[in-house]
Nanobody, 131 residues
Framework: QVQLVESGGGLVQTGGSLRLSCAHTGFTLEYYVVAWFRQAPGKMREGIAC????????FYSDTVKGRFTISRDAYKDSIDLVIDNLRPEDTATYFCATDVEATCDDAIARPYTDDGPFFYWGHGTQVTVSS
């Protein structure tokens, strides 16, 4: 059974950094893309970063490019998201998601809707940035 568990969120000050991790069970990373999404209260869920474990390519939304880094931690076998120079507008619940049918374009190109191809989701980790 595919399961995803996010960790690493917390309360940080503007300008700080966090490392979020997405642990997984039930599938082999090599055949999947894994994306990080975030959702703030009253806003649509947006895809912010994605990694294709098939070829190692990474993708970012324009809103986070240059500050967020997605990578695979081979030791932990997790997908991590490092967030630098945090801003109050980064406050949101952060989710990781995967699906064998999904692509990184599905995650990043447009606001994500519930009928999208990512079927497996974690429960999320809260990131709060104080000004």
């Amino acid at each position: 059974q595919v399961q995803l568990v996010e960790s690493g969120g917390g309360l940080v000050q503007t300008g700080g950094s966090l490392r979020l991790s997405c642990a997984h069970t039930g599938f082999t990373l090599e055949y999947y893309v894994v994306a990080w999404f975030r959702q703030a209260p009253g806003k649509m869920r947006e895809g912010i970063a994605c990694i294709s474990n098939i070829d190692g390519r990474t993708f970012y939304s324009d809103t986070v490019k240059g500050r967020f880094t997605i990578s695979r931690d081979a030791y932990k076998d997790s997908i991590d998201l490092v967030i630098d120079n945090l801003r109050p507008e980064d406050t949101a619940t952060y989710f990781c998601a995967t699906d064998v049918e999904a692509t990184c374009d599905d995650a990043i190109a447009r606001p994500y809707t519930d009928d999208g191809p990512f079927f497996y989701w974690g429960h999320g980790t809260q990131v709060t940035v104080s000004s």
